[in-house]
């Protein structure tokens, strides 16, 4: 059976969720991200306005001021993009029960075997975008291929807002002009590589024998064979436990300072805990996350042995990591956690509550929980966040 597979990426996701809250936004130059008055941060999304003066994710917010000194800056609100993430998904999730979250504004979509439910699955796709558009108020890009690889490479090309399918059985014709970027997994670096052996487009690439590609690059040449080709039989996965919750923040000034660090540290992890219970979850992996004055960003996760939701927990492990990757010499921008292989399992909370020490931290956590939806989150902090 022919594969009806959808990669669906809204476009300038935190950017148009700031634009539908406030429409006086559209049209102008918007930048989410850091302080630019501080010069701290990075962009985490661009108007398409401001993409017009060379600024792109991950960009330093002091070079994207200094390119375009009339923009918006924003800080933006991750609650707000979840909220808008949710009503999103909850419409993909009615026209297939295979969806595949990526993150929280991009998403694999299998509509195979869904023509006698939905129709001819081109309509389908298009309907899917106009509902977006209609009832999110947010733009996506649409592509559509009998696998995944060929669905992301339509979306991509098919930015801003638009729909492209590759037809079954065009796929590596489609491909053989494009230039090698175009296939995901090969990046600013490879291409510069690739060209310096005049390899400069998917047919060049293609026209490589296998056991060449498989001697100089291992796996990744067997992979770069069949994705030249347009093959690709990676299945799409419903998986709950993509969705996550994380805390970050880029610091005033670069540190090397380990006990501001954990205290920052400690901060987050509290911001991400109280979300994590507000939403009735529990957390099976934690994650650190530390960017460095060189832009170096390195991560280090952790599989709890239960999930959890309480910070003493979350923060005695998210610490243990920091301090086995951590090194005194090296200045560090950026610290962030992520709380991911969430679970509200009822029957797994029951029988940890079972224990007598799990309720008393339950009743801990609750009672927290109470003091700042009516003082707000400062009001109660552990004692180690108060340097923040």
């Keep these: 059976m022919v594969r009806n597979i959808l990669h669906i990426d809204m476009d300038a996701f935190f950017v148009s969720v700031e634009q539908v809250c406030d429409p006086s936004l559209k049209g102008k130059p918007v930048i989410v991200g850091g302080d630019p008055y501080i010069g701290r941060g990075v962009v985490s999304a661009a108007s398409y306005e401001a993409r017009q003066y060379g600024i792109h994710s991950a960009m330093p917010i002091s070079r ?10 924003l800080r933006g609100s991750h609650g707000r993009y979840s909220r808008f993430s949710t009503r999103i998904f909850a419409i993909l999730n009615r026209y297939s029960p295979l969806v595949e979250p990526m ?6 979509v299998d509509l195979t ?6 129709g001819p699955v081109t309509e389908t796709a298009v309907r899917i975008h106009d509902e977006i558009k209609n009832t999110v108020g947010i733009n996506a890009s649409v592509g559509m291929g009998t696998n995944k690889l060929m669905a992301k490479i339509g979306s991509s090309m098919a930015k801003p807002n638009g729909f492209l399918r590759i037809l079954p059985g065009c796929e590596a014709r489609f491909l053989a002009p494009l ?10 670096k490879s291409v510069k590589a690739f060209k310096s052996e005049n390899i400069r487009t998917v047919r060049d690439l293609a026209a490589i024998p296998l056991d060449y590609l498989e001697k100089e690059y291992g796996e990744w040449g067997h992979r770069l064979y069949q994705k030249a080709r347009g093959i690709s039989q990676s299945p799409v996965s419903k998986r709950d436990d993509t969705r996550s919750i994380s805390r970050e923040t880029t610091l005033e000034e670069d540190s090397t300072d380990p006990a501001f660090l954990e205290s920052t540290l400690s901060w987050l992890v509290e911001k991400a805990g109280s ?5 009735g979850l529990r957390a099976r992996c934690v994650s650190l996350k530390l960017r460095y004055s060189n832009f170096k960003t390195v991560t280090r996760s952790c599989t709890l042995k239960e999930a959890a939701c ?3 927990v979350i923060f005695g492990t998210v610490a243990h990591l920091f301090r086995k990757l951590f090194t005194r010499g090296t200045r560090v921008r950026l610290i962030g956690v992520a709380l991911t292989s969430l679970t509200s399992d009822v029957s797994l909370q029951m029988e940890l509550f079972e224990n007598l020490n799990m309720k008393q931290w339950q009743k801990l956590y609750q009672g927290i929980d109470r003091i700042r939806d009516k003082y707000g989150f400062r009001s109660i902090l552990r004692g180690s966040s108060r340097k923040n």
């Excluded at 994207?64 to 800056?73: E, N």
């Excluded at 075997?113 to 939905?118: M, N, V």
């Design 64 to 73: 994207a001021k200094r390119l375009c000194p009339h923009a918006i800056f």
């Design 275 to 279: 979300q994590l219970r507000e939403e």
């Design 103 to 108: 993150s929280l504004d991009e998403a694999y």
């Design 179 to 188: 230039p090698i970027g175009r296939i995901p997994g090969i990046g600013p």
């Design 310 to 312: 309480e910070d003493h």
């Design 113 to 118: 075997g869904c023509e006698r439910l939905h």
